[in-house]
């Protein structure tokens, strides 16, 4: 069933810059979720970029198999995989066809509340393997929005990748990015300001 969006869709076209450039942009927009007639909506507020077969932490960079195909293919597209047996994490495939490239979109906010970790983030959206290769342009099960909120570039802190230590100088790249004043919940249940660094963060859920 097609659901009215309450934004505006974001299309291939957004996606198919260059990786680091969506990945800023994406901060501000909102990931929906149609499940049963029910629509999920959050606020994206920490995503990480994975750019080409020379990053090192990007799963592309060991070649094109049958994991990574979909990144290989045109932007705006799912690519979805399971960590430790448990965890999915859901990326978006940015750029032209042929340079595989993604976007981890790590947290988000859902009606004031963090959903902080991509595996988390998956397991509240009801996001799995089943949604690899879907379309997020058409507005259908799962979709990206822009619904006019106001992102300053100051607004948005930079910051190394987490858990790709394996990936040498490039585990160094500032290509987290996450929104400045995000409270983050600690391993105690309390909050804390994070300034953009993650108090207690999920698995390292990465590309």
């Known amino acids: 069933m097609k659901i009215s969006p309450a934004g505006s869709i974001l299309g291939r076209e957004f996606f198919a810059h260059p990786t680091v450039q969506v990945a800023r942009s994406l901060i501000g927009k909102y990931l929906v979720r149609a499940i049963d007639g029910r629509v999920l909506a959050g606020k994206i507020v920490e995503v990480e970029a994975y750019v080409g077969p ?37 990326n978006v495939v940015t750029e032209e066809e042929e340079f595989p490239s993604a976007v981890l ?26 949604l690899n290769r879907a379309d997020l342009t058409e507005g259908e099960s799962l979709w990206f929005e822009d619904r006019g909120v106001l992102i300053k570039r100051g607004d948005v802190g930079a910051h190394p990748r987490v858990g790709v230590d394996y990936a040498g100088e490039w585990a160094q790249k500032p290509w987290r990015f996450r929104l400045r004043g995000i409270i983050a919940p600690t391993r105690t249940g309390r909050t804390k300001k994070t300034g953009g660094r993650r108090m207690n963060p999920a698995p390292p859920c990465c590309i």
């Open 54 to 90: 020379k990053d090192k932490a990007c799963h592309a960079s060991k070649g094109r198999t049958q994991r990574t195909d979909v990144m290989f293919g045109p932007a705006g597209v799912a690519y979805v995989y399971l960590i430790y047996g448990m965890y999915h994490c859901l």
């Open 105 to 130: 979109i790590r947290a988000i906010e859902i009606d004031g509340e963090l959903i902080d970790g991509p595996g988390r983030l998956c397991r509240a959206l009801e996001i799995d393997r089943g």
